[in-house]
């Protein structure tokens, strides 16, 4: 069964601190992708990544930043976390060229105290 | 100005209902997709469609390209449809727009 996995379903943070947010896929997809989904906002799209080390940036991403070092894994960052950043975060991937095999994680909840 | 607009928001239902939620998207589209997010997080795919009618199950979702719309049908609803149902479309530049989803709730 595919999979797309997200290392924590549950983190509280501090104001200020570095905080990690991990995504494994084991599909080979090369499309990768980093959502927050908000009430009354819907989701939206943080940053993306078509391939290895390459990053581009979504509609939201102040205050954050993305490694992609291994295709498998997308890995989000909040640099100094705060406390607008409180929201459940969404990873997904999908096939190259679009739309095909789009999977969701199944989210971690951030909350920034 | 949301690109995808979903209706209605909120939707309660007796089980055994049939359901409708509609989905209305205001840009030029390749695919047009049905999710589902239960309590908790997780998003699953339900369809993924750029013309016609699907159907799986006791879900069917139908897109009118010239229109704008779609709509996500459930047949005999139970419990445990008990979600939030996203509408999302792709644009020709692959670029994902989402609605902001219709949270349904089916009473036993």
């Known amino acids: 069964d595919v999979k797309v996995t997200q290392s924590s379903r549950y983190l509280v943070k501090r104001t200020g601190e570095k905080v990690f947010l991990e995504c494994v896929q084991d599909m080979d997809h090369e499309n990768m992708f980093w959502y927050r989904q908000d009430p009354g906002l819907g989701l939206r799209l943080i940053y993306f990544s078509y391939d290895v080390k390459m990053k581009e940036k979504g509609d939201i991403p102040e205050g954050y930043s993305v490694s992609r070092e291994k295709k498998e894994r997308f890995s989000l960052i909040l640099e100094s976390a705060s406390t607008n950043q409180t929201s459940m975060y969404l990873c997904?991937?999908?096939?190259?060229?679009?739309?095909?095999?789009?999977?969701f994680g199944s989210g971690t909840r951030l909350t920034v105290v | 100005k949301n690109e995808v607009e979903q209706s209605p928001q909120n939707l309660t239902a007796q089980e055994g209902e049939f359901i409708t939620i509609n989905c209305s998207y205001s840009?030029?589209?390749?695919?047009l997709h049905w999710l589902q997010q239960h309590p908790g997080g997780g998003i699953v795919s339900l369809f993924m469609l750029s013309s016609g009618k699907k159907k799986h199950g006791r879900l069917i979702a139908t897109i009118n390209i010239q229109e704008k719309h779609s709509s996500l049908h459930i047949t005999a609803s139970h419990p445990r449809d008990s979600a939030v149902y996203i509408c999302?479309?792709?644009?020709?530049?692959?670029?994902?727009?989402f609605g902001t989803g219709t949270s349904l709730t089916v009473i036993p």
């Open positions: 999302a479309v792709t644009n020709t530049g692959n670029q994902f727009y």
């Open positions: 840009v030029g589209i390749s695919a």
């Open positions: 997904a991937s999908s096939v190259g060229g679009g739309n095909y095999g789009y999977t």
